[in-house]
DNA sequence: ATTCTAAAAGAACGCTCGTTCTATGTCAAA
DNA sequence: TTTGACATAGAACGAGCGTTCTTTTAGAAT
C-alpha cells in the first residue's frame, strides 16, 4: 500500500489557502474557491483533493454542507501561533496547587469539566504536546516563590510520573509534607531539586520519597 | 433617534448560537440554522435580525454568501476565554526589555510588523483592552527577579504614561540609569515602586525623575 | 383616532454550491 | 503492450441558501 500521509505541493497549496481564507473572512471556502486559488478547473478536482486530505487527517468535512470543511492537522505547527484558523487548545483549570498539599488530579479528566474552568492557551504554550494530557492549576500562596512564581498565577502542567534532568516539575516531598515546584535532576539514588531563582540553594531528598506530580510546561500571570 | 446599540432578547441568542456553532463546527451556521435555533420561522426575520446586529457591531456580513457571517464583538467579554469562535488576538512581540536600557516603543505599532514576532494570546489576558494598543517584551536578563519576573518571559504592556495607583508599571528611572518593573504609588511629589516581591523593600524616586513606559498587563512564561 | 415604526411571517426567485458521472491523459508495474 | 491506479476536466443535477416583496400585527407617538 501506497504512503497515505504524503500529500501533493497541490494539496499543501490547498491547505495553505485554507488557512489564510478562514484567517481572513472567518468562515471557510467553497471548493469553487479553493479550486480558483489553487488553479485547479474542475469542482470534481478539488472535491478529490479535499478528500485525500480527510484521509491524511487534515481536514474534516460535512457532507452536502456549504462549505462544510474544517481545518484539524496544521500544515506547519510553528506557524499556527499566528493563526487562529485553527481552534486554540482549551485547557481544565482542575484545581488549586499548595505548597501544604499533594496536587489532586481526577483520574479521569475528560469528565465533568465545568465551561468556566476552561481556559484558552496559545498553541505555542504547549511545546507540540497534546492539548489533552495538559491541565492547568493556580497557584494559591506565595509559597512557589522560589520557583519564580507569585499567587494567583496559572501553571499549565502534563500529567507524568517520571521526567528528564533539568525539567521542571511539580513533586510531593514526603518528608517536608510538602508541594513544590522545582527543576529536576537525578543523582543516583536521590535527587536534586533546584529552584528557579538564581540565588537559591538546591534541596536534596531521597528519589523514593519523591513523587512527581507532573511536568510544568509553562506558567501563565493573567493580570499583575 | 433610539438607542441602536441595545440589542433584544432574540438578537441575544442569535449570538449565543452562533458562538457555539462556529465553535463546534468550525463554520458559521445558514440563515435558516439560525432560525431553527431561536425559534423564527422566516428566513426574513432572521435576516433582519442579524441587520441589526451589524449595525450593533457585533457582526459582519458578506452580501450573498452562504454562511457569510462573522462574529466581531463578543456578548460577554469575560467568557471569550473559552469560546474560539472569536479570532483570537495577536500581539506584536516588538522588541526586549532590559534593565540597562529604557523600552524602545516604535511611534507607528502597525508598521513592520514580522509575523513571526506575532505572539497569540488569550483574550482574557487583556482585561478588555484594544489589541491593537498592547504591544509585547521578551525580558532578558535576571535583573526583573524583584517582580518575579524571569529571563526569557514575555511582558504584556499597554502604552501608556499615567496609570493608577497599584498597578504595575515600567519605568524608566533618570537616577539609576535603568528600566524596572514595579507596582506603582503616587505619593505626593515623589512615587513609590513597589516590587512584586513581598519581602523586597520599595525605593522612592522622584515623580519628575520616573517616566513611565506602559502599564503591565500581564506575564507570561511560554516554557519552563 | 391616526400615523409611524418595529417585529414577524410566508412565499417566490435565482444564484450558490456540493455531488456525481463520464471522459481523457499520465505513468509505473506486470 | 496492457493494465490499473492516479490525476484532471467538464458538464449537469438538485438541494442549499440569501434576497426581496407583500402582508399582518402590536405598540408608541402625535
Redesign the interface.
Known sequence: MRERNKISEKQRNILRFMETFI?Q????P?IRQIGEAVGIDSTSVVNYNLNKLVQAGYL?R?GR???????IKPLNPRRV??N?AY??P?IPLIGQIVASAPVSIPEDMGHHID??N????????L?GIDPSEVFALKVKG?SM?DA???DGDIVLLRRQDTVSDG??VAVWLDERGETTLKHFFAEGPRVRLQP???TMSPIYVDAAHCHIQGR?????????
Chains 1, 2 share one sequence.
Open positions: 484567517d473572512k472567518g468562515y471557510p467553497t474534516e460535512t454542507t456549504s462549505r462544510g470543511i474544517r481545518l501561533s499566528v487562529s481552534n486554540t482549551r465551561d468556566d476552561l481556559i484558552e492557551v496559545p498553541v505555542s504554550f511545546n506565595d516563590i519564580m512564581i507569585s525539567q521542571m528557579a531563582h538564581p510544568v510546561l509553562s506558567v501563565l500571570r493573567p493580570s499583575v
